[in-house]
């Protein structure tokens, strides 16, 4: 090979390798912030959330799935891809979310898509929370999530056969739940039956 | 052989460095592209009527299942966003506060919460209104509105974003009134 063509594979090589960098990010993004994570049975969460000491993979984590998202002072994310067995969520099965509710000022638990907005349905239902869920004689809640309502428990709908996640929100969390996330107290999601 | 190695690492360099600058750069693209989509929205709201598209307000209609402009939104609050540059002006941001959760919060160029204030950190003036009020500038200011708070934005641009929570269906109306009430002006 002639000194210019040397030269050229050399460039195309460099380029390629910039390329491969760069189309390697997002991967990279997923796999160190899923290393970072904190996990309290299947909800996952990440101490960092916007705030200015989370690392560069931390920080692009967020932009990509939840950006705008407030730092651990004013409010805990913790989501859910999967149910306490760790088989991912799908609109294929029934779940049964509950437990003692949260110790925040204000709690949610809101359904997504794979894309990670909200899923339509005839119901207009994307979420349920403190103000919308009736607690039990022990004092828990109960959210019945699936495509199709099941029983007497809160509706909210799935995606008829594709994959979901659930984000439960903590609004001003009580101070020893921020203090320990992955010892929190947090509910359960019990897949109950598949199609 | 040693060239050869040599050339290898080097090209293993080089895509290191590629994906890092990646890393990097995506939140501050994120928010680009967010922050067009949030500024795009509010001129065809418009009409055409509003001459800016930074340091304005941008209410919101109740996320859905059609909101595509920001991943992940809650369905259970009201946002309003105002895109913002204080290279020139501090920007002036105030609204009223509910009875139930509400925050203001700012968020650097590079996505980072940078402050948070809720309705429960906010008290009532003299004649018992209690209000979002803050200045938000990238240096310390001689003087500010009265009752008014300072905040120093760590860049020069980055976004601003009221929260209103929704409590239940019937405080909505009154909820949405409120949210128009919200403001962002340079000062």
């Given at each position: 090979m002639s000194p210019w063509g040397r030269r050229l594979a050399w460039a195309a090589a460099a380029l390629a390798a910039a390329i491969g960098g760069a189309l390697s990010a997002r991967p990279a993004i997923q796999a160190l912030a899923e290393h970072g994570a904190i996990r309290n049975g299947p909800w996952t969460t990440m101490a960092?959330?916007?705030?200015?000491?989370?690392?560069p993979y931390e920080r692009a984590a967020v932009a990509v799935a939840g950006i705008y998202a407030l730092s651990q002072d004013e409010a805990v994310y913790f989501t859910a891809f999967t149910d306490d067995s760790g088989t991912p969520l799908s609109g294929s099965c029934a779940y049964r979310v509950h437990?003692?509710?949260?110790?925040?000022?204000w709690w949610s638990v809101t359904l997504y898509g794979a894309d990670h907005f909200l899923v339509a349905n005839d119901a207009r239902i994307h979420s349920r929370h403190q103000g919308n869920l009736a607690l039990d004689a022990d004092g828990h809640f109960a959210i019945e999530v699936a495509a199709q309502p099941q029983g007497a428990d809160a509706w909210l709908p799935a995606p008829a056969g594709a994959p979901f996640s659930l984000t439960l929100r903590l609004y001003n969390p009580a101070p020893a739940l921020a203090r320990d996330l992955a010892a929190a107290e947090l509910p359960a999601i019990e897949r109950s039956a598949c199609r | 052989m040693k060239r050869w190695l040599g050339r290898l690492a080097m090209l293993a360099c080089i895509a290191a460095a590629s994906n890092v600058l990646a890393v990097l750069a995506a939140p501050r693209l994120i928010h680009a592209l967010v922050t067009h989509r949030i500024t795009t929205q509010a001129l065809a709201a418009s009409g055409g009527a509003q001459s800016r598209t930074g340091d304005i307000a941008v209410h919101a209609p109740r996320a859905d299942?059609?909101?595509?402009?920001?991943?992940?939104?809650?369905?259970?609050l009201l946002y309003t966003a105002c895109v913002f540059d204080v290279s020139r002006r501090p920007l002036h941001i105030t609204g009223p506060v509910p009875d139930s959760y509400a925050s203001l919060s700012g968020f650097a160029?590079?996505?980072?919460?940078f402050f948070a204030l809720n309705d429960a950190a906010v008290t009532a003036d003299a004649s018992g209104r209690r209000r979002f009020d803050v200045v938000l500038a990238r240096a310390p200011l001689a003087q500010l509105p009265p009752g008014a708070r300072l905040v120093l934005s760590p860049t020069a641009r980055g976004l601003v974003l009221f929260r209103t929570l929704i409590?239940?269906?019937?405080?909505l109306p009154a909820l949405l009134a409120l949210q128009q009430q919200q403001a962002c002006e340079p000062l």
């Open positions: 960092a959330t916007g705030s200015a000491h989370a690392n437990g003692a509710p949260p110790a925040a000022r | 299942a059609s909101a595509r402009t920001v991943v992940r939104p809650s369905p259970d160029a590079n996505t980072d919460n409590p239940d269906e019937a405080t």
